[in-house]
């Protein structure tokens, strides 16, 4: 069966879930342009899910998806909030913040029985997750309820284990690619490849549609990952500047400048590594440093400084994340992008 038919949309191109740089008013306007707009829900709660996911409803009658996380929640580890705050201090001196001003918690929640029970309610023709799969009791109610079911790999081996538990199509991830990594098998980062060395390996491995994610940011490159074997795509950058999106002002002004093509993985913003534009924490404290707490635990600190230091013009403390590739990224309508992109698939 072909993407589109199996997704219920005119071109196989999915924007991708983008957790903190925007909400359903993007993935609204990528649905009814013909590909698949996607909402985050990672950092949704029971609330913020429900209002989307009407909104969504009422503004769109094409398909779209809802993207969760699948990390284990594992609880603090007081040890390391301390060693975080530690190496942090300077930064909160030197801001003129209170050591205590770090509030709040963890804003990246697992998908639950809670989140189920909500999508229950709207039946999305699509659902996506990200660092493995829930629960199989889980799993077995999104089944139920008619949605198809895409999953990250960003190894053979993941997308192995993902075909061998029922999912309806494969994310290969491609080391390329902004946000945080998809695995769940192995945290060995030299085990992931860049996207048109890995798309082969598991389109030929596996027999679900493959989708290609990571540094394609044009039709030229759409082009070259069907030739590879993808059955569809999935861009997160090129989003990024769209008007749709809820990005800001300085993310938006880094990726014009030239500091937007120096990119790292970094686990200092979340705890897990992720891809973003670098900056002067990166640059200070190591991309890598085990100095922050393990997922989701590292923002809550992070908090303050970025706030403080955002109101004064700096992106030093804030998650820009972005691929390799930012070339495709432009300030225009998300309707106007996905036809740009759509001539891959028309000419």
């Known amino acids: 069966m072909l993407l589109t038919e199996l997704l219920g949309i005119r071109f196989p191109l999915i924007q991708a879930p983008m957790a903190g740089v925007q909400d359903g008013t993007l993935a609204i306007a990528v649905a009814n342009a013909g590909g698949l ?8 709660d029971e609330t913020g899910l429900r209002a989307e996911l009407i909104k969504i409803s009422a503004a769109t009658a094409s398909s779209y998806n809802v993207n969760f996380f699948c990390h284990q929640s594992l609880p603090a580890n007081t040890q390391q909030d301390v060693q975080w705050r530690q190496a942090l201090a ?20 697992p998908f639950g ?28 109610r999104v089944k139920a309820q008619g949605s198809r079911i ?5 190894t053979v081996a993941e997308a192995r284990w993902l075909e061998a538990r029922g999912v309806d199509a494969i994310i290969a991830q491609g080391l390329e690619a902004g ?3 998809g695995h769940f098998l192995s945290e060995d980062l030299s085990l992931q490849q860049g996207t ?14 493959v989708i290609a994610a990571g540094g394609i940011a044009d039709a030229k490159g759409i082009r070259a990952a069907m030739t590879l074997g993808a059955s569809g795509v999935q861009l997160g950058t090129a989003f990024l500047c769209c008007h749709e999106a809820t990005t800001s002002a300085l993310h938006r002004s880094a990726l014009r400048s030239d500091a937007g093509s120096h990119t790292a993985l970094t686990r200092l913003f979340s705890g897990r590594p992720a891809r973003g534009i670098v900056n002067r924490l990166m640059k200070e404290l190591g991309p890598l440093s085990e100095l922050a707490p393990h997922f989701p635990y590292a923002s809550s600190a992070l908090a303050p ?3 403080a230091s955002e109101l004064l013009g ?14 495709g990224c432009h300030e225009m309508a998300a309707a106007d992008l996905v036809y740009q992109l759509s001539s891959a698939f028309r000419d």
């Open 179 to 181: 946000g945080h990594r």
């Open 305 to 307: 400084l970025r706030a």
């Open 90 to 109: 300077p930064y909160y001196q030197e801001l003129g913040l209170a050591a205590d001003a770090i509030t709040g918690s963890a804003s990246r929640t």
């Open 113 to 140: 029985a809670a989140q189920a029970e909500i999508l229950a309610e709207f039946a999305p023709p699509v659902v996506s997750f990200h660092f493995g799969l829930p629960a199989e009791r889980l799993m077995d």
């Open 196 to 209: 048109f060395s890995l798309l082969p390996q598991i389109v030929e491995a596996v027999s679900l549609p």
């Open 37 to 44: 707009g996607s909402l985050p829900g990672a950092m949704l």
């Open 314 to 327: 700096f992106d030093d403390f804030s998650p820009l994340w972005a691929g390799q590739n930012r070339t």
């Open 150 to 154: 895409l999953a990250s790999a960003t």
